[in-house]
Structures are given as structure tokens and as C-alpha cells.
DNA sequence: TACATATGTTAGAGTTTCTTACTTTGACAA
DNA sequence: TTGTCAAAGTAAGAAACTCTAACATATGTA
């Protein structure tokens, strides 16, 4: 390596201690953990900026306010719940129930993979915060799901009928993902397994 | 009236202005409304106070923090639900599966009506909060539509069968209940009428 | 009447959100 | 190289909030 190079790099490197390179993903990142750690009521600005190591302050350069941080988390979110979806049904072939079941299955497991994200964007936390991003990333959940269900009924177009069935499973599956994640609520449903559970519903909401 | 009894009455109503009366239930009442209006996370301890009309430090005589407060607005709401439900079936045969339509009717009903108090209850806020009296009436609620599937299926006690119809309508009715109160939710399912859904779910899943 | 208890109040410590005014950095043009 | 500018940070502080401690007042009972 020659002189010049290394300069270069170090200087690179340094970050300078005072611009943090990417601090939204980092406010992003932390607010996620954070938020994850200590439930969805739990979280504050200060401890975000505690953990990416910047001033209390600094958020509002990247975010009008607390709630915008935690729109910014939903949204990522929703864009991986989407991602893990398509890459489930990959080896299934279109038409085959299996995609719906699996597909439900995986919004399932988001939900308890990333309870507080799930509940942060479905529990009424960003209810009056109407922002175009994460209704879009919302929308294209739903989408995925309905076209899945066209495809196992037959249908080449998003029917009512195709709608209201797609609308039912994912009510349920919506349903089953909160009473999960809720200790308490989980134990009122004992000796149920998931899988079979989702088979079933889906076998009875598929047929005419 | 009496000179007697008019004294009487105005010191009982004059309420002395310090004693409150029932502080207790003047602070839940003014939470429930507070947290229906500015949703579950705007609530503020302060806030209730001045609706209710005393100092900030008022309400730690008769709860030990804000979360009992919260806590306490919740097991209110699943006590007036069951009710609801009770009184709803009250005119219908026993056995008949429009009982267990017309629960899940008012599972929703309830949820929309008092949709603060539903998220309060099931969005994750109460989670860490492990409150017997708020279980057992969430317990309550769930043991009356076991009893209504039963009946319609014709076994005289919670047989693993009742146990997963009974866990699968309440997963569907639950999540379409978030769904609903969710504008931007509730949107993507346009043309859906709640009535003739739940019929139809109710008869898919009491089908053997 | 007098005391114990329940239920208030005031004052204040410690956090929290968010604003304002200032500073540092990096990039680019002259 | 240097001057300018926007972007991204900091420090300090206002206003609000939760909760505690110490004190005040009312109520019920012996």
C-alpha cells in the first residue's frame, strides 16, 4: 500500500467521531432493539440516542418526532415481512394451497419474531400518523397474499370473491398472530399447534 | 322537603371540595375517556387529573402508577363485553350457531365502539403487567363462546375439538376487530359487509 | 371528644420531548 | 489554497410528565 493510500484510508475510516455516517439507520437500528427490549410503550428518544451515541437533539435533523422513528422502523418492517414471504413460497408451485398456508405462516412468525414492530404497526401506535410509506408496505403485504389466493381458486383477476376469502385469512391469521404473542392469551388456546391450525382454516376458506 | 333533609342533602352533595367522593372511579372513567380520545399512548396521569378535578398526586392514593390506572380502564371494558354478550344471545335458542354469530358480533361491536379500551386490553400495552383481575375477565369472555360452540356442535363439555373451533373463531373475530378500527386497514377490504362475513366464517369452521 | 385512617394537597426531584442558537465538517467553486 | 454553503452535529433550556415525601383535612368509631 502506498502512503497516500493509507492517508486516505484512515482518514475514511476515522468517521471523525463527529458525523456519524449514517445516523437514520442507526436511530432506525436502535429504536428497533430498543423498542423490542422494552415493549412498544417503552421506548424514548433519549435512550435511541444513548445507544447510537449522539445528542438528544440530533434525531431532528433526520426525524420531525418521536413518532416519525417509529413509522421509520414499521416501515422496514413491513419490507421484511414482505421479502421473507416471497422467498417461503418460492419452491411451491402457483395454485398449490400450500402457498396461502405458508404465506400466513410467515406473517405469523414476523409476529412473533418482531412482536413489538407487529404491534407497533398494527396496535394503534401509528393510527393517526397517515404516512404514504407504510400504507404502501402494508398494501403490498395484502396484495401478495390476495393474488395467491386468486391463483388457488382459479380466478385470473382479484374477484369479491377472491377478496373476501383472502380478506377472512388474513383477518385470521391477523387474529392468531396478537393472541401469540400475548402470553396469556396464548395459554387459553392450550394443545394447538399452528401449522395443522393454518392447513385447516385455509382448507375450509379455499373451498366453495 | 324538610329543613332537615335539605341541609342534609346539600352537605352530602356539597362533596366538601376536598373529598372527592369516588376519586377511584372518577379517574377511571376520566382515563377511559382521555384514551378514546387521544388514543392508548396520549394518555397522560396529569390530564386525568385535571378532567377529574384534582392534583397530579391525587391518583397514587388509589393506584400505585400510571399502568394500573390503564390497567384498571381495561378490566372495566371486558366486564361491560361479557355483558353485552349475555344479553345478546339472551333471546336465542340455545344451540343454535347464531348465538356464536351474534358473540363474535359483539366481540366486534365492542372492539369499535370502545376502541381504546380494546387496544388498551390487546395491544401489547398490558403485557408485562400480569394483573389476575384483568385475566380472569379476559378468561371470562372467551370460557362464554367456548360454551356457545359447544352447544352447537353437540358435546356436553370443552372437548379438544370446541377448544380449536372456539380458538379459531376468536382468532378470526379478533383480527378483524384490529382490522376494522384501522382506517387504513379497514380499507382494503372495500366492499366486505360485516354480518354476512361472520355468518359465513361461523358455518366454515362449526362444519366438521 | 379524640384518635386512627383514608384521602386529599403542595413542593420538588428526575425524566422526557422538542426548540433555539451555535459549531463543526465536507464539498465545491473560484 | 481558500471562501462559501448546506448538512449534521452539540449545548442549553422550556414545558410537561411521573412519581415521592411531607403535610393537611375530613370521616368514622371508640
Not at 381458486?153 to 380478506?167: D, L, M, N, R, Y
Not at 392468531?176 to 396464548?186: C, R
Given at each position: 500500500m502506498s502512503t497516500t493510500a493509507d492517508t486516505?484510508?484512515?482518514?475514511?475510516?476515522?468517521?471523525?467521531?463527529?458525523h456519524h455516517?449514517?445516523?437514520?439507520?442507526?436511530?432506525?437500528?436502535?429504536?428497533?432493539?430498543?423498542?423490542?427490549?422494552?415493549g412498544p410503550d417503552g421506548f424514548s428518544v433519549s435512550d435511541a440516542c444513548r445507544l447510537a451515541g449522539v445528542s438528544t437533539a440530533a434525531p431532528y435533523k433526520h426525524f420531525k418526532n418521536k413518532g416519525?422513528?417509529?413509522?421509520?422502523v414499521c416501515v422496514e418492517g413491513m419490507g421484511r415481512l414482505r421479502a421473507n414471504m416471497q422467498s417461503a413460497v418460492a419452491d411451491i408451485p402457483l395454485g398449490d394451497p400450500r402457498r396461502v398456508t405458508v404465506i400466513g405462516g410467515e406473517y405469523i412468525k414476523y409476529a412473533l419474531a418482531e412482536p413489538a414492530c407487529f404491534k407497533l404497526k398494527f396496535g394503534g401506535f401509528t393510527d393517526g400518523m397517515d404516512d404514504d410509506a407504510l400504507k404502501a408496505a402494508g398494501e403490498a403485504v395484502f396484495d401478495t397474499a390476495k393474488a395467491e389466493v386468486a391463483a388457488c381458486?382459479?380466478?385470473?383477476?382479484?374477484?369479491?370473491?377472491?377478496?373476501?376469502?383472502?380478506?377472512m385469512?388474513?383477518?385470521f391469521v391477523h387474529g392468531?398472530?396478537?393472541?401469540?404473542?400475548?402470553?396469556?392469551?396464548?395459554e387459553m388456546g392450550p394443545e394447538i399447534e399452528i401449522e395443522p391450525l393454518l392447513a385447516d382454516i385455509t382448507r375450509r376458506v379455499l373451498s366453495d
Open positions: 486516505q484510508t484512515a482518514t475514511t475510516l476515522k468517521k471523525s467521531a463527529y455516517g449514517d445516523l437514520r439507520a442507526g436511530l432506525i437500528e436502535a429504536t428497533r432493539q430498543l423498542v423490542e427490549q422494552n416519525e422513528m417509529l413509522v421509520a381458486i382459479g380466478e385470473s383477476e382479484i374477484t369479491p370473491i377472491v377478496q373476501q376469502k383472502a380478506f385469512l388474513w383477518s392468531l398472530s396478537f393472541i401469540l404473542e400475548d402470553k396469556d392469551l396464548a
